[in-house]
């Protein structure tokens, strides 16, 4: 087991460092979704400079709460991707970020594939990167999910000292046939090896699969949800936001 991660042998074949004054719609899609589509989260997902921003050299994905007429609470965030303009099959998968923090918020670097290959959620196969509870932002996890019936894979680590929400941190996938790797800041944290492929009564498909064909980039901010729980009155909504400063793709080289 490789306890530190290791860029030898690969080669930089995709890099975003938000260096622009708007986000790239070259090599991103930004998501629009109502509330409730995922995981009963709150938000809803729009294409707006308010929740989506490249300023500085960072990428700003921010939640907003308005009340509307009837006096309650509206939520809207970001969501975007690289599906159809930036898609791998295996190598490293690198980025750096901040957290927000406050109840509810669930911020997110991951993968996620076609459903026309193996069929729909989970038997297509889910890689989440980071994952990081707005109400605990010392500990990241790092999870797959396939079947069905649904199963998962997770690991998660907590800091020794520092916060994901007070400083960045760089997190980092390595993805190869058979292996999946997670790391904070270079270090291994955790593994997995054991997966399958089949839906409910059938035979399973050959290992690797699902993983084992090309899956896009997710970076988002979800309010709200089964998981996380939902915002109250701690909850910050001025100044939290997930800032990127760069997300980095390697592959092997050939």
């Not at 918020?105 to 994952?131: K, N, Q, T, V």
């Not at 010392?138 to 998660?156: A, C, F, K, S, W």
């Amino acid at each position: 087991m490789e306890k530190y991660l290791s860029h030898e042998g690969y080669a930089l074949v995709f890099e975003e460092a938000f260096d622009q004054t708007v986000l790239s719609r070259d090599d991103w899609n930004v998501e629009l979704h109502e509330p409730g589509w995922v995981n009963e989260e709150w938000q809803r997902y729009v294409d707006s400079e308010e929740n989506i921003a490249v300023q500085d050299g960072r990428l700003l994905i921010r939640p907003v709460r308005k009340e509307n007429e009837n006096g309650d609470f509206v939520y809207t965030s970001g969501r975007i991707n690289t599906r159809g303009k930036h898609e791998f099959t295996y190598g490293i998968f690198e980025a750096r970020m901040k957290v927000p923090a406050g109840k509810g918020y669930l911020p997110a670097f991951w993968l996620l594939a076609d459903e026309d290959i193996y069929g729909s959620w989970p038997f297509c196969g889910e890689i989440d990167i980071m994952e990081v509870l707005g109400h605990k932002t010392d500990t990241v996890y790092g999870t797959i999910h396939y079947g069905l019936p649904h199963e998962q894979n997770q690991g998660n680590l907590t800091l020794e000292g520092g916060d994901f929400a007070e400083e960045y941190h760089t997190f980092a996938l390595k993805w190869e046939p058979g292996s999946l790797s997670w790391y904070v800041d270079g270090r291994l944290y955790h593994e997995a090896r054991d997966w399958f492929c089949a839906r409910e009564g059938e035979e399973k498909q050959p290992y690797p699969q699902p993983f084992d064909h090309n899956m896009y980039i997710i970076l988002n901010l979800a309010v709200g949800g089964s998981w996380v729980g939902y915002p109250d009155q701690t909850t910050d909504f001025e100044r939290a936001a997930l800032a990127v400063e760069y997300v980095r793709v390697y592959q092997e080289k050939r």
